[in-house]
């Protein structure tokens, strides 16, 4: 590789000849995403990057607002006002790092190739090929130019602007009938395959840091790659493969799903210093900077201690008169059809009217250790008094509800449990977190049944023998039961549904006096007498000192991040191909045994937070995306090459031509303005018209078998 390599370096000093991933204009004609050798200059300005191309954007479109005007184009968005790092709120086929990719002449392209190619004999098969970015103002519009040594092959490839024409303009039988004849074949001997790209919402980011990410204006992107062998351009809707591809920003500001994912940050943090803390005694973590919310650039910083105050008045005036909702979840209702919908309310209002989640949601956005334990006293402390008695889910079984509800009712040694909690971060610490382990356990569990998947979720929380199944293997199992009239129920939460089974009457036992229990005043009087010794009352909470087991919480968070990366994608799926429930439910099973098993590429929730952006690929049933097939696509590429039968017909050799037709340049801004179309072309091309006008470019590559001995006779 290096002796390849080294002609050409010492020949071109000044040109930039490296290894690199394959670039996204290469892509789009090989095929391929691998490492490849990439000959470029650099552009004149080194300076020059994305936010050039942005700022001269926005200047055009400023012209062309000061004439038309488009109410419907304004974006106010915080990077567009504050920072102007991020490429155009537009969608491009190129990334923003090649802008710097300049071409190189025509001339100077081929002399470099055939260095490249000179030693082909010293080749080997991880030989890299060599791809030439070239001037397209030259003739024939040449715009790559790519060559692969070989000791047995003569491999090389051109790639050509071909002009801009409608799609109804792109005769794909008549192209066929031109490359069978270049071939010297029959056009039953030549394979054709067509794919094409629809976008369906937002856009890439590409390498952006995690800041300009969590910041952008769109949350990710929803695209649709569909292919066929029939011989057209218009995408056949019942016969064509379909491929959904998405990506999605964890943490973007504006996604509905950070009502759960705040959670889960502050669960991560916080059981990381818990760990911390076991490891070197809490005297080693400093509480007032150990970091418990994420601080994002852009978002508002909330006022906790107002928020606590609000909730306290609240409940004081609440407890006795609100009515708890069927299932004990404020999010969900009978109305509930959408995940849009759920995910908004539980942003606004939260989950549950359970007091101690209600505090989750104020200390998970503390900004600091120091604060979620100040807040919390401050809360036990005014329980305390007795002015409320906080409402209680029946199935919250945490230590902190349980302290709650003893303190609401008078407690002989309050201020020693406020006290020793003071004293001892881990036990507050991980009393606050147990309780954000289950809420977050609950609320996804209870998003995620919507789309019928309660027993595969549950089973990830529990490690079942059940979550080692897919999640088609546990919905055949259930069917099975169902249609045999066996007893499975489909909703673990069903028995939670129904009026006479409310939460709320669950949890009046808790707020009932026992008749025989000593109250407060009554063992003040009785030990005043000396009947009762220096022991614990009845109505005393013994102090929580090692019991709470923070050994199970890093396989959740793994599990929280896993099945956060899915409803990600399930919402965004949802509003962008405006799916329901029914038609989500394949789509969530893909996810779901994608994200969460043991091959997930979702280890930590850390992972998540250093790296927001995640990517799927699946294939799609047709009917759910019709709508959109019938629409113009963003690219459509044609490729043709020769078949089995043509292995000893015609040219004796491997070829292969790509025809590329885009709505946008394939190439970046430093290539692509150096054509300069006719007049006519141009006017075509910006000419508002019900017909979209397409790029067309065409990669030719020939590989000829080469006779590397001469025998003498």
Same mark, same amino acid.
């Given at each position: 590789?290096?002796?390849?390599?080294?002609?050409?370096?010492?020949?071109?000093?000044?040109l930039?000849?490296?290894?690199?991933?394959?670039?996204?204009?290469?892509e789009?004609?090989?095929?391929?995403?691998?490492?490849?050798?990439?000959?470029?200059?650099?552009?004149?300005?080194?300076?020059?990057?994305?936010?050039d191309?942005?700022?001269?954007?926005?200047k055009?479109?400023?012209?062309e607002?000061?004439l038309?005007?488009?109410?419907?184009?304004?974006?106010?968005?915080l990077?567009?006002?504050?920072?102007?790092?991020?490429?155009?709120?537009?969608?491009?086929?190129?990334?923003?790092?090649?802008?710097l990719?300049?071409?190189?002449?025509?001339?100077?392209?081929?002399?470099i190739?055939?260095?490249?190619?000179?030693?082909?004999?010293?080749?080997?098969?991880d030989?890299?090929?060599?791809?030439?970015?070239?001037?397209?103002?030259?003739n024939?519009?040449?715009?790559?130019l790519?060559?692969?040594?070989?000791?047995?092959?003569?491999?090389?490839?051109?790639?050509?602007?071909e002009g801009?024409?409608g799609?109804?303009?792109?005769?794909v039988d008549?192209?066929?009938?031109?490359?069978?004849?270049?071939?010297?074949?029959?056009s039953?001997?030549?394979?054709?395959?067509?794919?094409?790209?629809?976008?369906?919402?937002?856009?890439?980011?590409?390498?952006?840091?995690?800041?300009e990410?969590?910041n952008?204006?769109?949350?990710?992107?929803?695209?649709?790659?569909?292919?066929?062998t029939?011989?057209t351009?218009h995408?056949?809707?019942?016969?064509?493969?379909v491929?959904?591809?998405?990506?999605?920003?964890?943490?973007?500001?504006?996604?509905?799903?950070?009502?759960?994912?705040k959670?889960?940050?502050?669960?991560?943090?916080?059981?990381?210093?818990?760990?911390?803390?076991?490891?070197?005694g809490? +005297?080693?973590?400093?509480?007032e %900077?150990?970091? !418990? =919310?994420?601080? /994002?650039?852009?978002?508002?910083?909330p006022?906790n201690a #107002?928020?606590?105050n609000?909730?306290?008045?609240?409940?004081?005036?609440?407890?006795?008169?609100?009515?708890?909702?069927?299932?004990?979840?404020?999010?969900?209702?009978?109305?509930?059809?959408?995940?849009?919908?759920?995910?908004?309310?539980m942003?606004?209002l939260g989950?549950?009217?359970?007091?101690?989640?209600?505090?989750?949601?104020?200390?998970?956005?503390?900004e600091?250790?120091?604060e979620?334990?100040?807040?919390?006293?401050? +809360?036990?402390?005014?329980?305390? %008094?007795?002015? !409320? =008695?906080?409402? /209680?889910?029946?199935?919250?079984?945490?230590?902190?509800? #349980?302290?709650?509800?003893k303190?609401?009712?008078?407690?002989?040694?309050t201020?020693?449990?406020?006290?020793?909690?003071?004293?001892?971060?881990?036990q507050a610490?991980s009393?606050v977190?147990?309780?954000?382990?289950?809420?977050t356990?609950?609320?996804?569990?209870?998003?995620i049944s919507?789309?019928?998947?309660?027993?595969?979720?549950?089973?990830?929380?529990?490690n079942?023998?059940?979550?080692h199944?897919?999640v088609?293997q546990i919905?055949?199992?259930?069917?099975?039961?169902?249609?045999?009239g066996?007893?499975?129920?489909?909703?673990?939460?069903?028995?939670?549904?129904?009026?006479?089974n409310?939460?709320?009457?669950?949890?009046e036992?808790?707020?009932d006096?026992?008749?025989?229990?000593?109250?407060v005043?009554?063992?003040?009087?009785?030990k005043?007498?000396?009947?009762?010794?220096?022991?614990?009352?009845?109505?005393?909470?013994?102090?929580?000192?090692d019991?709470?087991?923070?050994?199970?919480?890093?396989?959740?968070?793994?599990?929280?991040?896993?099945?956060?990366?899915?409803?990600?994608?399930?919402?965004?799926?949802?509003?962008?191909?405006?799916?329901?429930?029914?038609?989500?439910?394949?789509?969530?099973?893909?996810?779901?045994?994608?994200?969460?098993?043991?091959?997930?590429?979702?280890?930590?929730v850390?992972?998540?937070?250093s790296?927001?952006?995640?990517k799927i690929?699946?294939?799609?049933?047709?009917?759910?995306?019709?709508?959109h097939?019938?629409?113009p696509?963003f690219?459509?590429?044609?490729e043709?090459?020769?078949?089995?039968?043509?292995?000893?017909?015609?040219?004796?050799?491997?070829?292969?031509?790509?025809?590329v037709?885009?709505?946008?340049?394939?190439?970046?801004?430093s290539v692509w303005?150096?054509?300069?179309?006719?007049?006519?072309?141009a006017?075509?091309?910006?000419?508002?018209?019900?017909?979209?006008?397409?790029?067309?470019t065409?990669?030719?590559?020939?590989?000829?078998?080469q006779?590397?001995?001469?025998?003498?006779?």
């Amino acid at each position: 590789m290096d002796l390849l390599l080294q002609p050409v370096l010492e020949n071109y000093p000044k040109l930039y000849v490296e290894k690199q991933k394959c670039p996204s204009y290469v892509e789009m004609y090989a095929k391929y995403n691998k490492d490849i050798v990439l000959a470029y200059a650099r552009t004149k300005q080194s300076t020059y990057t994305a936010s050039d191309t942005h700022a001269r954007n926005n200047k055009n479109e400023q012209e062309e607002l000061e004439l038309t005007g488009s109410p419907l184009k304004l974006d106010l968005s915080l990077h567009t006002i504050l920072d102007d790092t991020l490429i155009s709120d537009e969608p491009q086929l190129w990334n923003k790092e090649e802008v710097l990719h300049g071409p190189i002449n025509i001339e100077t392209a081929r002399q470099i190739a055939n260095l490249y190619n000179k030693n082909r004999h010293e080749a080997t098969e991880d030989t890299l090929p060599l791809w030439i970015v070239t001037n397209p103002s030259e003739n024939n519009h040449p715009l790559l130019l790519m060559v692969q040594p070989d000791r047995d092959h003569f491999a090389r490839g051109l790639v050509t602007y071909e002009g801009a024409m409608g799609m109804d303009d792109v005769d794909v039988d008549q192209l066929l009938e031109n490359y069978a004849e270049q071939e010297r074949l029959t056009s039953d001997m030549i394979n054709v395959s067509v794919d094409c790209k629809y976008l369906v919402s937002g856009i890439s980011y590409g390498t952006h840091n995690t800041e300009e990410l969590l910041n952008a204006p769109h949350s990710g992107v929803t695209e649709l790659r569909c292919d066929w062998t029939v011989k057209t351009l218009h995408t056949p809707f019942i016969s064509c493969k379909v491929h959904f591809e998405q990506e999605v920003i964890v943490g973007h500001l504006a996604s509905p799903c950070n009502a759960i994912w705040k959670s889960v940050c502050a669960l991560h943090n916080m059981n990381q210093l818990l760990v911390d803390m076991t490891a070197a005694g809490f +005297a080693s973590v400093n509480l007032e %900077t150990a970091a !418990i =919310r994420n601080n /994002i650039p852009g978002t508002t910083q909330p006022n906790n201690a #107002k928020r606590l105050n609000e909730l306290l008045n609240e409940t004081e005036t609440y407890a006795y008169t609100a009515e708890c909702p069927a299932g004990g979840c404020i999010c969900i209702t009978e109305d509930t059809t959408t995940l849009n919908q759920c995910l908004n309310l539980m942003n606004r209002l939260g989950s549950s009217n359970d007091f101690t989640y209600k505090l989750w949601d104020i200390l998970r956005d503390c900004e600091t250790a120091e604060e979620v334990i100040n807040l919390l006293i401050q +809360a036990l402390k005014f329980i305390s %008094t007795g002015k !409320i =008695r906080p409402f /209680i889910d029946a199935n919250n079984k945490t230590y902190l509800s #349980k302290l709650v509800l003893k303190l609401s009712r008078g407690h002989s040694q309050t201020s020693k449990v406020l006290k020793n909690l003071r004293a001892s971060p881990p036990q507050a610490l991980s009393l606050v977190a147990q309780v954000g382990v289950e809420k977050t356990t609950w609320e996804y569990t209870r998003v995620i049944s919507l789309l019928e998947h309660s027993f595969f979720i549950a089973g990830i929380w529990t490690n079942e023998a059940r979550s080692h199944e897919s999640v088609e293997q546990i919905n055949q199992t259930i069917q099975d039961m169902t249609m045999t009239g066996g007893d499975f129920t489909l909703n673990p939460f069903e028995s939670l549904t129904g009026n006479e089974n409310s939460i709320r009457l669950d949890s009046e036992s808790f707020y009932d006096d026992d008749p025989n229990e000593l109250t407060v005043d009554d063992f003040a009087s009785l030990k005043k007498h000396g009947l009762v010794g220096e022991k614990k009352d009845a109505n005393e909470i013994p102090l929580i000192t090692d019991e709470i087991d923070i050994s199970p919480w890093k396989n959740l968070l793994m599990r929280f991040a896993q099945v956060h990366v899915c409803l990600e994608h399930l919402y965004r799926a949802e509003t962008s191909l405006r799916a329901d429930f029914v038609s989500l439910k394949p789509v969530s099973t893909r996810l779901l045994e994608h994200y969460v098993s043991e091959k997930s590429p979702i280890k930590t929730v850390g992972q998540l937070m250093s790296d927001p952006m995640q990517k799927i690929s699946m294939s799609i049933a047709n009917n759910l995306v019709q709508d959109h097939l019938k629409k113009p696509a963003f690219w459509y590429r044609v490729e043709m090459g020769r078949n089995d039968s043509a292995a000893d017909k015609g040219i004796k050799r491997d070829s292969k031509v790509v025809f590329v037709l885009s709505q946008l340049p394939v190439f970046p801004s430093s290539v692509w303005q150096h054509l300069e179309p006719s007049t006519e072309d141009a006017a075509e091309i910006t000419m508002v018209s019900e017909e979209i006008k397409y790029h067309c470019t065409k990669y030719t590559f020939l590989s000829n078998k080469q006779i590397n001995k001469l025998t003498l006779q």
